[in-house]
């Protein structure tokens, strides 16, 4: 079992910046697939950012790209997802998901149902 916390959301004026953190625990080994979704309300879900946590992965949305970026630091066990620049149409909840696998695995994910484990979420609120 994977256990992921989500910690960094906020309120914050258009244009600030936020880092969301997800603290993942439960998993001996240290590569894994991490993808950072976002739901707001009444939207379907969306992935913004993904990585591979052993090196040669990371995406970010087009809707995000250029303002946000994830990052790792194997010796927490912690992905980020820092959000620079952020706009109205950011608000949302905030998710990290992880799915098992090698490279090719995550490489291939093609939808949120590819990932196993997910954190409660944390909400990010950005005002005009």
């Known amino acids: 079992q994977v256990q992921l916390v989500e910690s960094g959301g906020g309120s914050v004026q258009a244009g600030g910046s936020l880092r969301l953190s997800c603290a993942a625990s439960g998993y001996a080994v240290n590569k894994y697939c991490v993808g950072w979704f976002r739901q707001g309300p009444g939207q379907e879900r969306e992935e913004v950012a993904r990585?591979?946590?052993?090196?040669?992965?990371?995406y970010s949305a087009d809707s995000v790209k250029g303002r946000f970026a994830v990052s790792q630091d194997d010796a927490k066990s912690t992905i980020y997802l820092q959000m620079n620049s952020l706009r109205p149409e950011d608000t949302a909840m905030y998710y990290c998901?992880?799915?098992?696998?090698?490279?090719?695995?995550?490489?291939?994910?093609?939808?949120?149902?590819?990932?196993?484990?997910w954190g409660q979420g944390t909400q990010v609120t950005v005002s005009s």
């Open positions: 998901a992880v799915k098992i696998g090698r490279w090719l695995d995550c490489y291939s994910a093609s939808s949120s149902y590819d990932f196993t484990y």
């Open positions: 990585m591979y946590t052993g090196g040669g992965l990371q």
